[in-house]
């Protein structure tokens, strides 16, 4: 018994012991690294789909800007901008969505983001609709500018060959 009581015995027992620790530490940390790793990515992951939906939803309000300005165009190369923009909008929107799709790792988000996809170009459709009806405006409002010109100056060549010095004055003043 007087051999196990000595200093040197239990240092060695207490080295054996740290050793035998160490040698654990290690097989946890390489056991645990892979599922500490996935679950870093999984949490980029979500935040990148987090930001990417935030960002979409910034995209879908400049689509619905476009849409505004437009029905507000009152030129057709106002018009054309505003429908750049809606299709820039439109294509950031679709890109950062099929990027949270390939991301989401449940079913679940994977439909969430492809009913939102579906709105969205049922939204664009609409909008679409819209904008040809505004384009169509504008081209009559164009025609009808260049109707009233031409149809002024006929008016004022038929009053100069008349002889009548009133002019368009008594024409205005006339009518009712």
């Known amino acids: 018994m007087r051999s196990l009581n000595r200093i040197g015995i239990k240092l060695g027992f207490a080295g054996v012991i740290g050793i035998m620790l ?4 290690i097989a946890n940390q ?3 690294e892979p599922k500490v790793r996935e679950a870093n990515r999984h949490a980029d992951d979500e935040a990148q789909i987090s930001e990417n939906a935030l960002i979409a939803e910034s995209e879908m309000r400049n689509m619905q800007l476009a849409v505004r300005g437009v029905r507000l165009a009152r030129s057709t190369k106002d018009f054309d901008k505003r429908r ?5 909008a439109k294509a950031a929107q679709a890109k950062l969505l099929e990027v949270s799709i390939a ?3 449940s079913p679940e988000e994977k439909r969430m983001y492809g009913e939102i996809t579906r709105l969205t170009d049922e939204y664009a459709v609409g909008a679409d609709e819209q904008a040809q009806q505004q384009k169509k405006m504008l081209e009559l409002n164009e025609k009808r500018a260049t109707l009233a010109t031409d149809w002024d100056r006929k008016a004022d060549a038929l009053i100069a060959a008349t002889g ?7 024409l205005d003043r006339g009518g009712y």
Not at 84 to 88: A, E, L, P, Y
């Open 30 to 32: 390489a056991a645990t």
């Open 164 to 170: 009548n010095g009133g002019g368009t004055a008594n």
């Open 22 to 25: 160490a040698v654990g530490m």
């Open 84 to 88: 750049s923009q809606f299709r820039d």
């Open 103 to 105: 991301l989401s790792a």
